[in-house]
């Protein structure tokens, strides 16, 4: 089968023997000795090659294949071979090489200086990618890749400010949507200055993050963690309330720092009748199991019982399900106790294993909310988990 690798043996002896046959046509011209010389370096790689030595072949191909406009393709292309192979020693090699040459045109100059940045960058040499992209920007070159791997690079420095800024011109050449993941960056920000307790910088970054994508779930977590955090409980409910409006996904997030808002404020009745607003629409596990604890613990276990089995019967989850037997083992004895016991062990392990939340773009399972996906690092994609073993 023809993989990467047989294909770059192919090619690099194609390639330099190409690129001597070019530079015998250009010699006879004016030279008729220079394709003597160029020869026997051909043969020479080749028996690298059949010896299975690729380091020396490789010099010995490279150094035939001379850099002019006809081969610099070539070189491009052996040197994004090499890195996708992970040789970026290589990689970077050949397109210091291509760089170095005078002869290059402007527009081969910054494609091998695109490539050489993407050779930094896969070795995490941020500041050196950095440097040559901001180089093709200035060129007017490539703009549109050298502003997203910059905005790679401000992600991966943590450097929201840069970030923002470069966001915002990838969008305006770009077209592409990315007032969503601005927002994100304001969060950032907002979430330090919430953990330094500068209160000015978190109010003042999450008004920018919500100016930017009104639908911002982050920023309204943040500014009402911001508000119970400095004791205005009433302001704290109003931020978190926001979210059902926002993207109704979230509401697992709102229940129990909800709940503490109310209760610290005497006033879990509302609460109540919250929930069950969110578990008539919504249906959420997170605000049923909620719910079913209030009424126990205000009507006593047998209406929880009935409560939840009715609710049950409409929205079957595990996590109900593992609610209700958990209520009835307190009621029941002797061999029904026993079995009651058994699938109880059962639904707890089904929800221990279970990732409660998911990214809808790579798939990445997680135990707990993440702003940016561990896996394929989008913003915003991380999500609680419905169905009956999720939500
Ligand atoms: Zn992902």
Same mark, same amino acid.
């Given at each position: 089968m023809l993989n990467e690798t047989n294909l770059l043996w192919l090619l690099l002896p194609v390639a330099a023997l190409s690129g001597w046959w070019i530079g015998q046509r250009v010699g006879k011209s004016k030279n008729n000795q220079s394709s003597s010389s160029i020869y026997p370096e051909y043969f020479k790689g080749l028996n690298f090659v059949l010896n299975e030595q690729p380091d020396k072949a490789i010099e010995v191909f490279i150094r035939m294949l001379e850099v002019d406009s006809e081969t610099v393709e070539t070189h491009l292309a052996l040197g994004n071979l090499f890195r996708r192979r992970g040789e970026v020693d290589r990689a970077i090699r050949i397109h210091q090489n291509l760089i170095a040459r005078p002869t290059l045109d402007r527009d081969q100059r910054a494609h091998a200086l695109l490539e050489l940045g993407m050779d930094y960058m896969r070795l995490g040499l941020l500041d050196r990618a950095e440097g040559l992209f901001l180089e093709l920007i200035e060129s007017d070159l490539h703009l549109n890749q050298a502003y997203t791997e910059l905005l790679e690079i401000y992600q991966q420095e943590k450097d929201w400010e840069n970030a923002i800024n470069i966001a915002r011109k990838l969008e305006l050449i @770009?077209? &592409? &949507?990315l007032n969503p993941v601005i927002a994100q960056f304001y969060c950032e920000r907002a979430e330090l200055a919430l953990l330094e307790g500068n209160m000015r910088v978190v109010k003042e970054n999450i008004r920018r993050a919500i100016s930017f994508y009104p639908n911002c779930v982050r920023a309204s977590l943040i500014e009402a963690q911001m508000y119970q955090r400095t004791g205005k409980d009433k302001l704290a409910i109003k931020s978190y309330k926001r979210i059902e409006s926002q993207d109704s996904d979230y509401i697992t997030e709102i229940i129990g720092p909800l709940f503490e808002c109310y209760r610290k404020l005497d006033r879990v009745d509302e609460f109540v009748e919250y929930l069950r607003m969110l578990v008539n629409i919504y249906g959420g596990i997170s605000s049923l199991l909620r719910l079913t604890e209030l009424i126990a613990e205000r009507e006593g276990e047998n209406a929880a019982i009935r409560f939840i089995s009715d609710e049950l019967k409409n929205r079957p989850t595990v996590k109900g399900v593992d609610r209700l037997i958990e209520y009835t083992l307190s009621k029941s004895e002797g061999e029904t106790h026993e079995h009651l016991k058994t699938i109880k062990d059962l639904t707890a392990q089904l929800i221990e294993g279970r990732s409660m939340y998911k990214c809808s773009i790579c798939g990445f399972d997680a135990k707990q909310l993440h702003? @940016?996906?561990?896996?394929? &690092? @989008?913003?915003?994609?991380?999500k609680p988990v419905f169905g009956v073993a999720g939500e």
């Open positions: @770009s077209g &592409k &949507k702003w @940016s996906c561990p896996g394929c &690092k @989008s913003w915003d994609t991380v």
